[in-house]
Each structure stands twice: as C-alpha cells, then as structure tokens.
C-alpha cells in the first residue's frame, strides 16, 4: 500500500495507524498513514505556524521550519487522545494539538538560535547529483568502499522520485545536528520542488527511510 490508499481513512482511523509505529510488523502502514496526516493538515498548521511565528517577530520561513518540526515531533512523541480534549470534532481537535505542539518548538527554536553559532556560510546550494568518490582522498580500499556503499543509496533512492534524490542529497551534504538547513537553501528547494515545507518533509523521510532499509539489507559484508 502507499500513503495514498489512506487518504479516504478518518482522522481518528489515521492516529491509531499512527500509534503502530512502535510495531516493527506495522511501520510501514504508520509511516504511511502518518504521510496522509501530514498532507491533511499542513496547510492548517503551516498557515497557524506563519501566524504564530510573525506574533513573535519572525518571518513566514521561520513558520515553515516550526510546522515541519511540529510534524515531526508528533511522528516521534504525539500521543494525541481524542478523549482529553473539549472539541467534539476530531479534526478541530487534532489542529490544536498540533498548534500546542507548535507553540513548543518554536519556544525551543528560538532558544536554539540565541544559543548556538549559525554553522552555515550562506552559500549553500541544492545537490543533484553524487560526489565524484575518485575525488576523495584516502586509500583504493577505502574508496572502493565509499563507491559500495553509494551504489546501494543510488540504488534505494531509484525505487523513489528525483525530488526524492535531490531532497536527500541536500540533506545529507549540509544538515548538522540541532540545527535547520539555512533559510535560502530550504527556499531554493521549495521553489526548484514546487513542494511546501512540510511536504519536503514527508519526501525527505521517505527517502532516509528507504535508504536505511537497503543499507541494512545490502551494506555489511
């Protein structure tokens, strides 16, 4: 089944497929009902993001990144219970969930950011394609196994779209830990993808996910 086959599911059907992803036997039917909230509710939650994010002085991009984090947040923690809330509709219920959870990250956004040196220099660029392994210094051995390993990636993110691959690779040559890719690198890609933020979300970890399954299939020797 694809992510697609859930679209017509309930929004409570959608965060009980959720809650399998614990079950090693129901990740996949998670992560694709979990895709099919994402795309139900982004345009809510990225639009009460942007709102949120200008009442604490930030700009719509800054929106973008929190209503990404929110999703994912809510991928790794949500522990959303219909029963603890005043809202009768399930849908109304879950966009305040998702606001709550919002209003967290960008709490913890801002602290980030007052924290930590901002690691990236501006010039950051979309990357379409692999590195040139031959480029790389070190031993033939150690090549050879750097072009191993990237065989099996190139041959996992085959099995997805280009947005898929180009998504990745970007991710993959600049992300660091605790920090958002820069803010004009998220916009080229948005713009290149014709994809939202939390859109490129949901492609991003499609991607990672396929190629951690190869990689566990196909990478030890």
């Known amino acids: 089944m694809s992510w697609q086959d859930f679209e017509p599911e309930t ?66 923690y949500g522990k959303f219970d219909k029963s603890k809330s005043n809202v009768a509709d399930t849908d109304t219920a879950v ?6 959870i919002a209003r967290r990250e960008l709490s913890k956004y801002k602290k980030e950011q007052s924290a930590d040196l901002n690691p990236y220099t501006g010039d950051e660029e979309i990357v379409y394609e692999f590195p040139n392994i031959d480029t790389v210094k070190g031993s033939v051995e150690k090549r050879a196994e750097l072009r191993r390993i990237q065989e099996i990636i190139e041959k996992a993110l085959a099995r997805l779209t280009p947005k898929h691959k180009i998504i990745y690779l970007t991710y993959k040559t600049y992300q660091q830990e605790g920090h958002t890719l820069p803010r004009g690198l998220l916009k080229q890609l948005r713009d290149e993808l014709e994809l939202a933020q939390t859109s490129i979300q949901v492609y991003k970890k499609e991607a990672y996910d396929t190629v951690d399954e190869y990689l566990k299939l196909y990478g030890s020797r």
Do not use: M, S
């Open 95 to 100: 966009k305040l969930y998702l606001y709550k």
């Open 11 to 76: 929004t409570d059907d959608l965060v009980e497929y959720i809650r399998w992803r614990k079950n090693p036997e129901d990740v996949e039917v998670a992560e694709n009902a979990f895709r099919a909230f994402c795309f139900r509710f982004q345009k809510d939650v990225t639009h009460k993001c942007r709102v949120i994010a200008t009442n604490w002085g930030y700009d719509n991009h800054v929106g973008d990144i929190v209503a990404e984090r929110t999703f994912a947040r809510y991928w790794k």
